[in-house]
């Protein structure tokens, strides 16, 4: 593993304008586990009946049973060594940028910068009706939150199961992949579209493909490198490699 960490360290020092792509797997170690993993919040709750916007809109307080769960998980949820490495890549001028397909904010917490969210954030609340946000902070746990103005429920803002990625999170995505110099694809298998569509257009740009992931997926045939172990130990030896 510190070999491959090592070859990692000396291909991010000659292309530095990196970006990293993050999933699930980084946050693990936060106690967030992988919805779709044994255990995990889809076991309990079927996602079709409790993850769609359609199931939100037919009944916002059914499904707010469900995301209870989801919010007490995040915010008891602290940055992990493998967030606050990303951070740390970011300050000594390696990588650039975060596209993450996490909803928790904990790369931000851990202090990085420019975040792209993929799949929105629960760290926000919005409304249907007249699109007001607020932060959930600011609303009792374990409560279903409603709207000051229209007294409807809120929604988490983060993508339900039939909408769409938002269009400016989406271009700026693209965008980041088809200028950065390598990627680091961490805690995530990227089978779905259209985070999937990250690492191959940073590819196709000429950049490298460093993976980090607990296990071989199909994407590491096209990793130029590939570090198998969780991020909270692979990342933060990374950083001490380019130190």
């Known amino acids: 593993m ?11 020092k000659q292309h530095r304008r990196a970006i990293a792509l993050t999933g699930a797997g980084i946050s693990v170690d936060s106690g967030i586990p992988d919805f779709r993993s044994p255990g995990g ?22 499904v707010w049973q469900m995301l209870v769960e989801v919010d007490k998980l995040v915010r008891d949820a602290e940055p992990n060594p493998g ?13 650039h940028a975060i596209v993450t397909q996490n909803i928790d904010g904990l790369h931000q917490r851990a202090g990085s910068g420019t975040v792209v969210e993929f799949h929105g954030g629960s760290h ?4 249907l009706c007249c699109d007001a946000t607020v932060n959930a902070a600011d609303r009792p746990r374990g409560r279903v ?5 229209c007294q409807v429920v809120l929604k988490p803002d983060i993508v339900f199961f039939g909408e769409a990625i938002g269009r400016q999170e989406l271009a700026d995505a693209m965008q980041l992949a088809s200028q ?3 990627v680091l694809v961490v805690g995530t298998s990227a089978t779905v579209s259209p985070a999937s569509e990250v690492p191959v257009l940073a ?4 950049a490298i493909l460093l993976e980090f992931n607990l296990e071989k997926t199909p994407l590491s045939d096209l990793a130029d490198i590939c570090v198998l172990g969780s ?13």
């Open 145 to 149: 939150p409603r709207c000051d103005e």
């Open 2 to 12: 510190r070999s491959d960490i090592s070859r990692a360290a000396d291909l991010l």
């Open 231 to 243: 991020a909270s130990e692979t990342l933060p030896l990374l950083v001490e490699a380019l130190s």
């Open 83 to 95: 967030h606050r490495a990303l951070a740390d890549l970011e300050r000594i001028g390696v990588l």
């Open 180 to 182: 950065c110099k390598a």
């Open 203 to 206: 590819k196709r740009a000429g």
């Open 124 to 127: 926000r609340l919005r409304c």
């Open 41 to 62: 919040l889809w076991t309990r709750y079927e996602p079709m009946e409790y993850a769609t916007i359609e199931a939100f809109r037919r009944d916002p307080e059914k």
